[in-house]
């Protein structure tokens, strides 16, 4: 494994009319291990961490970027990802949808298309019973303090 990796990224926690929230589903070609997250990315050189997230859902979902709102909270993280060891924190921005709107992900850079494997709407509750790891593991509080009426 190398070193740790502190690059710039922004995720978007998406939520329905009904609560549920997207995470995109992928597989680690490196280790194996298959995770949940919501979607995102890293951060472009002269993008700001709001654009960034913007096209990152764009590119992700097929779902519209201004969708995101400028409402955000830092996550901090750490995991591995084909054999780098990221640390770092991201800032979680917000995006509501009405209906549950369907995912297109038809913009994948090459890495993103060889590790993906689905997408999905759901509960929080229901978060602790899928088949493999969410991350990061505070999902359902960040989802909850992202919600909050402001």
């Known amino acids: 494994m190398t070193e740790a990796n502190d690059r710039p990224a922004a995720r978007v926690v998406c939520v329905d009319g009904s609560g549920r929230v997207l995470l995109m589903h992928w597989r680690d070609a490196v280790s194996g ?32 970027g201004e969708a995101v709102l400028d409402r955000w909270l830092p996550v901090h993280r750490d995991f591995t990802w084909l054999g780098v060891r990221y640390v770092k924190t991201e800032r979680f921005y917000l995006a509501r949808f009405g209906r549950t709107p369907q995912v297109r992900p038809d913009r994948l850079t090459a890495e993103e298309d060889g590790a993906y494997l689905g997408s999905g709407w759901f509960l929080t ?18 989802v909850s303090r992202l919600t909050l009426p402001e």
Do not use: M, N, S
Request: a negative charge; aromatic letters at 2%.
């Open 33 to 64: 291990q298959a995770l949940w997250e919501p979607p995102g990315g890293g951060i472009d050189p002269g993008e700001t961490p709001l654009e960034a997230a913007r096209r990152e859902l764009a590119e992700e979902t097929g779902l519209p």
């Open 125 to 142: 509750e229901e978060l602790a019973g899928l088949p493999d790891v969410v991350d990061p593991p505070g999902l359902p509080e960040i």
